[in-house]
């Protein structure tokens, strides 16, 4: 069973960056999509940043033009890098692996924006 670990959370300024980065044990399965989902105080899981193992991306709307997603198969692990945080930012962050067996989550990190 493949474990999710995400590190780079954090507090910050509204206007600064972040990187955060996901390592799955076990290796990515075959053809497995990875990405970012968050979830703010109140509200409902939202995707942020998707990749496929072709390297096909999809963001939401809202961090279009300051996310960036990328991933290293042969390590396993794969990475968001944010930029011109806004407050609405703020969420727990979690890094997602989705595979034709379903979706495996990490625990998460908490992303703070500070205005």
């Known amino acids: 069973q493949v474990q999710l670990v995400e590190s780079g959370g954090g507090s910050v300024q509204a206007g600064e960056s972040l990187r955060l980065s996901c390592a799955v044990s076990?290796?990515?399965?075959?053809?497995?999509?990875v990405g970012w989902f968050r979830q703010a105080a109140g509200k409902g899981r939202e995707m942020v940043a998707l990749?496929?193992?072709?390297?096909?991306?999809n963001y939401r709307d809202s961090v279009k033009g300051r996310a960036t997603i990328s991933r290293d198969s042969a390590k396993s692990t794969h990475w968001l890098q944010m930029t011109s945080l806004k407050p609405e930012d703020t969420a727990v962050y979690y890094c997602?692996?989705?595979?034709?067996?379903?979706?495996?989550w990490g625990p998460g990190t908490q992303v703070t924006v500070s205005s």
């Open positions: 997602y692996l989705g595979t034709i067996q379903g979706p495996s």
């Open positions: 076990g290796g990515y399965p075959s053809g497995s999509a």
């Open positions: 990749i496929t193992s072709a390297g096909t991306t």
